[in-house]
């Protein structure tokens, strides 16, 4: 924070992206609502904030309708009471600048989550101290990006949940054509949430998607459908999403439901040396974005493209995470992890493609994941 020149951080978090605030605090907002004022007016909860300034104790606030119903690392925790929003309680812009006043706080103040960072926070504290100045913070995203040892203990136990979250989809997946994709699905998704020694919403991730024989909207990933069956021939390819231990398992497989043909075997191999060989190129000191590059290049040697041009992001506490490799020419740096996943489109007919989840090390990728690769079934 001196180094950039900032007096304080305002760290900002809903129920959906709780990463920043979660890594200071281990508190994380698990649910979101309304709250009625009266016939006309409501209040919407949903997020936390964490003032962290140079020379006081850093401050927890929650939205009214929040509980601090988990262990939580700061000592100081505004609640608002109940669900009541009366008097500035919990999450306001009062008690944000009552805070900065009593820290003597003057100059620039870093928001984390700038983005997400709510307009009546924001628009309150340009009035109740006009002297400060807010702008957009990057420090915290930037630390969560090199992942702890602690950290990567638990992204290790992680990628063995995820081994075991295939091995159950294989297995429903053997049982026999006619089951449903949420069937499946959720098999894999049992398997998560009971290693899983933290109960929270698995939808704070991103729900796990599929796809089966045939498109389901306007992409070839859809949500888990309880009517669409598997039938024989389909190429299934899933990506499957969960938390543990707070921690991202992001991860995908691809099978066919018979005998592959030579085009899906020799578009599987192609998917295969892209990881090989984007898993081989990072390195510290990579810019992120060339790994997109060379994923692609050994697609188009084969005559594809690498689907939509993605082939991942980092990952943590939130899902998607910094760097993200289609954009950023951020250098890759030892005990990041990203997600990489390299998939080919052969129209609307086949997805293929795998993604593990990657420790970077000076000797190149390190897979966390490591249930087999194989088209057949």
């Not at 006081?56 to 601090?68: I, Y």
């Not at 100081?76 to 009593?102: C, F, H, V, W």
């Not at 913070?137 to 040892?149: G, Y």
Request: charged residues 25%; negative net charge; aromatic residues 6%.
């Amino acid at each position: 924070m001196e180094r950039r020149g900032y007096e304080a951080l305002l760290i900002y978090g809903d129920n959906k992206l709780v990463g920043n605030l979660r890594y200071l605090t281990d508190y994380f907002p698990d649910r979101a609502g309304w709250i009625s004022l009266g016939p006309t007016q409501t209040y919407m909860f949903e997020g936390a904030l964490l003032v962290l300034t140079l020379c006081d104790e850093p401050s927890l606030l929650l939205d009214p309708g929040l509980m601090a119903g988990k262990e939580i690392c700061t000592k100081r925790i505004l609640r608002g009471e109940g669900l009541s929003t009366q008097g500035g309680q919990g999450l306001s812009a009062r008690n944000i600048a009552d805070i900065l006043t009593k820290a003597q706080v003057h100059g620039r103040v870093g928001v984390e989550g700038w983005d997400r960072f709510p307009i009546p926070l924001y628009l309150g504290l340009r009035e109740l101290v006009p002297e400060i100045q807010l702008e957009r913070s990057t420090v915290v995203e930037e630390l969560r990006m090199i992942k702890s040892p602690m950290e990567i203990e638990i992204f290790r136990r992680a990628g063995k949940v995820g081994d075991l979250a295939h091995s159950a989809f294989v297995e429903n997946l053997k049982r026999g054509v006619g089951r449903s994709e949420l069937e499946i699905v959720r098999a894999a998704e049992q398997v998560m949430r009971s290693a899983d020694p933290i109960y929270e919403d698995s939808c704070m991730h991103s729900p796990a998607l599929i796809y089966s024989g045939q498109p389901v909207g306007d992409s070839l990933l859809n949500l888990p459908s309880h009517v669409k069956k598997i039938r024989n021939g389909d190429v299934v390819h899933w990506d499957i999403g969960m938390r543990h231990e707070g921690y991202t398992i992001d991860t995908s497989r691809t099978k066919v439901v018979g005998t592959p043909t030579e085009m899906q075997s020799s578009v599987y191999d192609t998917t295969l040396e892209m990881m090989r060989k984007v898993v081989s190129a990072a390195k510290p000191g990579i810019a992120a974005c060339e790994l997109v590059e060379i994923a692609d290049k050994v697609a188009k040697e084969s005559g594809h493209e690498l689907w939509l041009r993605f082939l991942g992001h980092g990952t943590g506490l939130d899902a998607h995470e910094r760097p993200d490799m289609g954009v950023e020419n951020t250098r890759l740096a030892s005990n990041m992890v990203l997600a990489i996943e390299p998939r080919i489109a052969l129209g609307v007919s086949s997805l293929i493609g795998v993604e593990d989840m990657v420790l970077i090390t000076e000797n190149g990728g390190e897979p966390l994941i490591s249930f087999e690769k194989s088209l057949e079934l």
